[in-house]
């Protein structure tokens, strides 16, 4: 069994900040009820049965659809509900469609607590995949895990998500294991880096988790890290953090921020005269970057947890059905999100086969959707996946990217290096 992590003071200071920092305020939560197939209707109360008298089981969808977060977050409902329709459209749970409940979680911790407890206590969920941060998992993931409701991170990728509780996993993989790959590939590419220079949002949990690992592998390669700069991720200057990096002529810069903030440094930087090399971690792994940064998002490296030249059947379709609707290649954060409604259909399914999840009180179907999920093994989008006894995502295939803008600055790719 899974223990809660002890939460350390430092993690309380830190949400602090970023409560203080950010200079939105989170917007009231609306929920929003997605089905095909069947029309919807509310699920039944928690005394009652988990399908009731409703058409549909309810599937909660927990991410930032406002707020400077959205970058992301949009690109996480967009794979949500692709991931409806696929399944829905194979019959769903042996002929019982799902139904996504999203909840807009905003861009802070108050906000996903919300978002979280209305998913929980009124919708009626079985499940929630969400939320779209680490910082956001830290304050939210508890309360799921004390309901007993099952949670799948689909981008929380910070050290410590699974140890939350035995209600948490996460179909994202941890940074630890990701972010070394970009720091290679980028040594692949200039053998003669020497000097790096650091950059990370200190309100954001995942970017102090992520600089940790990017700091750790640039000292285990025998590089220099010559200079580490903090910023916000509401920030939208960056031109003292900048020109610090720069006096120190770093041949790399590692960024872990998100969209946002991270597009308009990687702007600054190249505005102000850096031409080397520049790493972007997980949080700027969005063709959302492109329109911040534009022509000077061109070389960026990023390490990746999906690509869509993968080959299996599920991804076949799911890049099919994402280039239709928006006429380019699918995200990681897509293909995480449609990851994480997969894997709840599959174990609904596979619990159906043993009992009618329909018949099941929904207290009792929340617990045994969490332990047949841990069981599970999964072909997705992302490869075969499969999760340990503590939640942690098993996964096999990683890449590196590097972007490709067009000419008129406009527009990009991700170019995937071999």
Do not use: H, W
């Amino acid at each position: 069994m899974k223990k809660p992590a002890a939460r350390p003071t430092a993690l309380f200071v830190t949400c602090a900040l970023l409560l203080s920092a950010c200079s939105q305020t989170n917007t009231p939560q609306t929920s929003t009820t997605v089905s095909t197939g069947t029309s919807a209707s509310p699920a039944t109360s928690s005394e009652g049965s988990a399908a009731g008298n409703s058409t549909a089981i309810p599937v909660g969808v927990g991410v930032a659809q406002t707020s400077n977060v959205a970058l992301l977050g949009q690109e996480q409902v967009a794979g949500a509900k692709i991931a409806l329709k696929y399944f829905n459209d194979k019959g769903g749970v042996d002929g019982t469609p799902i139904r996504l409940v999203f909840q807009d979680t905003g861009g802070d911790e108050q906000g996903t607590i919300n978002a979280f407890n209305t998913l929980i206590n009124q919708d009626k969920v079985v499940g929630i995949v969400g939320p779209t941060l680490s910082q956001q998992a830290f304050s939210a993931d508890p309360i799921a895990d004390r309901a007993k409701v099952p949670v799948l991170g689909p981008s929380n990728t910070a050290k410590g998500i699974p140890q939350i509780g035995d209600y948490v996993a996460r179909v994202s993989a941890p940074v630890a294991v990701v972010a070394p790959n970009a720091v290679k590939a980028a040594l692949k590419q200039n053998p003669n880096i020497k000097k790096v220079a650091v950059f990370f949002a200190q309100n954001d949990a995942f970017s102090k988790s992520e600089t940790e690992t990017f700091q750790t592998t640039v000292k285990d390669m025998g590089l220099e890290l010559a200079t580490v700069q903090k910023f916000l991720t509401t920030d939208t200057d960056f031109q003292s953090q900048a020109t610090n990096a720069i006096n120190v002529n770093p041949d790399l810069i590692i960024i872990s921020g998100l969209a946002a903030d991270g597009g308009n440094l990687i702007k600054q930087l190249r505005e102000l005269g850096y031409k080397g090399a520049i790493i972007g971690g997980n949080g700027l792994n969005t063709s959302n970057l492109f329109p911040v940064c534009k022509a000077l998002c061109d070389g960026v490296l990023i390490a990746q947890a999906y690509s869509p030249e993968y080959e299996n059947e599920v991804n076949k379709a799911f890049r099919e059905a994402y280039r239709a609707q928006f006429k380019k290649e699918p995200p990681q954060f897509s293909a995480q999100a449609f990851t994480g409604v997969q894997v709840f259909v599959e174990s609904l399914k596979a619990l159906n086969a043993q009992s009618k999840v329909s018949e099941k009180p929904l207290a009792e179907l929340r617990t045994n959707l969490n332990q047949q999920l841990l069981r599970g093994k999964y072909d997705t989008p992302l490869g075969e996946i499969s999760f340990t006894p503590e939640g942690e995502i098993n996964q096999k295939e990683f890449y590196v990217a590097r972007i490709k803008m067009e000419a008129d600055g406009n527009n990009g790719k991700f170019e995937f290096l071999k």
